[in-house]
């Protein structure tokens, strides 16, 4: 079937169903054009969120354009859907000059503050093949043909040259003062470790100091360690909180714990896999509520690999290790009535989650130059490692800078540290926000404080 005909076909299901009377507009250059798909699949998403994926990378776009009298409750008015794949389809905006500006500017007119590129680059290769043999499987649209998957990360990697150089070297925004640059790639590295042994539990200089960034306009913190014993070592983070990490498992300690997180379980090599489950109580504080919870959690880890990779501290070896947890959160407590009330009764409130967190290990510095992590509500929406970082619900906190042992490695601000574009977890049925299922899920764990 042609897009456009599956698309119609899922619409008819919506005709006659009562005062609903769905209407539609299909503006496009050339129906034929599309090709032919000999299979199409919708699995687990919402009739829409099928459509706007096949729409997608079908290069079609859609609006609504709305007719009647808001102000007269008698009328339901007219809501059409346009689905186009052509500039002629639209018609001239309110406001035909955009502004690009930085995120807090309080301007009259609407304007951009961020820019989000996308690129695809699709093979019915296998993964793990370097070459692709005929099936008689579903084919490729629009005539595209195999390629061998060296051929293809090339191709990926001329892509993203070319679009940041589109982005990045395209002409500022009227009014501004300074031209964009292409940040240069990272210069400072550090000496690599033994490979070919085990990594040994941190043994970092007292007075060392790391900093992380984890995202543009997000104030770096700074840990700086302040003493250490046979078992622990000791931070300051930001010259007054205090962090302290079992040095066997790179965990934060919390005698209230019971049972053992394992973060890191050293000695570490590749290959290396692992278990842990514990109990404790989580705490989330803000000036608008406080309040206290149980949380439980199963994780499996492994040591995925040896790799080189640049942050914003520079260039360096490291152990990537993978993390995948299961976790409860129930029976939340308020501790501090705040200006939030939450509704339904709170012994009931339950709620199971998962949290995706890939570190990346500097041997050498003796901490992770850097961590990416997701929550999900389903085990389905789990990304897989070679994706991680394209994800756009993903967390991405790097080291900024570093200075111990006689190395400082400081190399630009910032490099790949970025917040998620959205902090609603994905995978979950929807809940109001003013209940504790929602809470629970929002926001993040955390050990709760000594009493």
Same mark, same amino acid.
């Given at each position: *079937?042609?897009?456009?005909?599956?698309?119609?076909?899922?619409?008819?299901?919506?005709?006659?169903? @009562?005062?609903?009377?769905?209407?539609?507009?299909?503006?496009?250059?050339?129906?034929?054009?599309? $090709?032919?798909?000999?299979?199409?699949?919708?699995?687990?998403?919402?009739?829409?969120?099928?459509?706007?994926?096949?729409?997608?990378?079908?290069?079609?776009?859609?609006?609504?354009?709305?007719?009647?009298?808001?102000?007269?409750?008698?009328?339901?008015?007219?809501?059409?859907?346009?689905?186009?794949?052509?500039?002629?389809?639209?018609?001239?905006?309110?406001?035909?000059?955009?502004?690009?500006?930085?995120?807090?500017?309080?301007?009259?007119?609407?304007?951009?503050?961020?820019?989000?590129?996308?690129?695809?680059?699709?093979?019915?290769?296998?993964?793990?093949?370097? $070459?692709?043999?005929?099936?008689?499987?579903?084919?490729?649209?629009?005539?595209?043909?195999?390629?061998?998957?060296?051929?293809?990360?090339?191709?990926?990697?001329?892509? /993203?040259?070319?679009?940041?150089?589109?982005?990045?070297?395209?002409?500022?925004?009227?009014?501004?003062?300074?031209?964009?640059?292409?940040?240069?790639?990272?210069?400072?590295?550090?000496?690599?470790?033994?490979?070919?042994?085990?990594?040994?539990?941190?043994?970092?200089?007292? @007075?060392?100091?790391?900093?992380? /960034?984890?995202?543009?306009?997000?104030?770096?913190?700074?840990?700086?360690?302040?003493?250490?014993? !046979?078992?622990?070592?000791?931070?300051?983070?930001? @010259?007054?909180?205090?962090?302290?990490?079992?040095?066997?498992?790179?965990?934060?300690?919390?005698?209230?714990?019971?049972?053992?997180?394992?973060?890191?379980?050293?000695?570490?090599?590749?290959?290396?896999?692992?278990?842990? $489950?514990?109990?404790?109580?989580?705490?989330?504080?803000?000036?608008?509520?406080?309040?206290?919870?149980?949380?439980?959690?199963?994780?499996?880890?492994?040591?995925?690999?040896?790799?080189?990779?640049?942050?914003?501290?520079?260039?360096?070896?490291?152990?990537? /290790?993978?993390?995948?947890?299961?976790? /409860?959160?129930?029976?939340?407590?308020?501790?501090?009535?705040?200006?939030?009330?939450?509704?339904?009764?709170? !012994?009931?409130?339950?709620?199971?989650?998962?949290?995706?967190?890939?570190?990346?290990?500097?041997?050498?510095?003796?901490?992770?130059?850097?961590?990416?992590?997701?929550?999900?509500?389903?085990?389905?929406?789990?990304?897989?490692?070679?994706?991680?970082?394209? *994800?756009?619900?993903?967390?991405?906190?790097?080291?900024?800078?570093?200075?111990?042992?006689?190395?400082?490695?400081?190399?630009?601000?910032?490099?790949?540290?970025?917040?998620?574009?959205?902090? *609603?977890?994905?995978?979950?049925?929807?809940?109001?926000?003013?209940?504790?299922?929602?809470?629970?899920?929002?926001?993040?764990?955390?050990? @709760?404080?000594?009493?």
């Amino acid at each position: *079937m042609l897009p456009l005909d599956i698309t119609e076909a899922v619409f008819a299901d919506y005709q006659s169903q @009562g005062r609903l009377m769905p209407q539609w507009r299909i503006d496009v250059a050339d129906r034929e054009v599309f $090709a032919r798909r000999s299979l199409c699949t919708q699995f687990n998403e919402t009739d829409l969120a099928f459509l706007q994926r096949l729409w997608a990378e079908e290069g079609l776009f859609s609006w609504f354009e709305h007719q009647g009298d808001p102000s007269d409750p008698r009328t339901l008015g007219a809501h059409t859907l346009v689905i186009a794949d052509h500039n002629g389809a639209f018609a001239p905006n309110a406001q035909p000059r955009i502004r690009y500006t930085q995120p807090g500017a309080v301007l009259k007119e609407d304007s951009i503050i961020r820019w989000h590129g996308h690129r695809q680059v699709r093979s019915s290769c296998r993964r793990g093949t370097t $070459a692709c043999a005929p099936h008689d499987g579903p084919q490729l649209p629009h005539g595209q043909r195999d390629m061998p998957l060296i051929t293809l990360a090339r191709l990926h990697a001329t892509l /993203i040259a070319l679009t940041l150089g589109a982005i990045l070297c395209a002409p500022a925004y009227a009014g501004a003062k300074s031209k964009p640059h292409i940040a240069q790639s990272p210069t400072c590295s550090v000496v690599a470790w033994d490979e070919h042994k085990p990594v040994p539990a941190p043994a970092p200089l007292q @007075g060392s100091i790391w900093t992380y /960034i984890a995202g543009q306009g997000i104030a770096p913190t700074h840990l700086t360690l302040t003493r250490t014993t !046979k078992d622990e070592n000791v931070y300051v983070i930001d @010259g007054n909180g205090e962090l302290v990490e079992v040095a066997a498992t790179y965990a934060v300690h919390n005698p209230s714990r019971k049972g053992q997180m394992a973060l890191i379980r050293f000695p570490a090599k590749v290959g290396d896999s692992w278990e842990d $489950a514990f109990e404790e109580e989580g705490e989330f504080r803000s000036r608008y509520e406080h309040y206290r919870y149980d949380y439980e959690e199963k994780a499996h880890s492994k040591v995925l690999g040896i790799e080189t990779i640049d942050v914003a501290a520079g260039r360096f070896r490291v152990l990537h /290790i993978v993390r995948e947890a299961g976790w /409860i959160k129930s029976n939340p407590r308020v501790l501090t009535p705040g200006t939030i009330e939450r509704n339904g009764d709170a !012994k009931d409130a339950r709620v199971v989650g998962w949290t995706i967190t890939h570190f990346w290990y500097a041997p050498t510095l003796g901490r992770a130059v850097m961590k990416a992590s997701m929550r999900v509500g389903d085990p389905l929406y789990i990304p897989d490692s070679a994706s991680i970082l394209n *994800m756009a619900r993903i967390a991405i906190v790097e080291l900024q800078s570093y200075e111990g042992d006689g190395k400082r490695c400081a190399d630009k601000p910032i490099w790949q540290a970025r917040p998620p574009e959205s902090h *609603m977890p994905i995978g979950y049925p929807l809940a109001f926000n003013d209940t504790w299922e929602w809470a629970l899920q929002m926001h993040e764990h955390r050990p @709760g404080r000594p009493e």
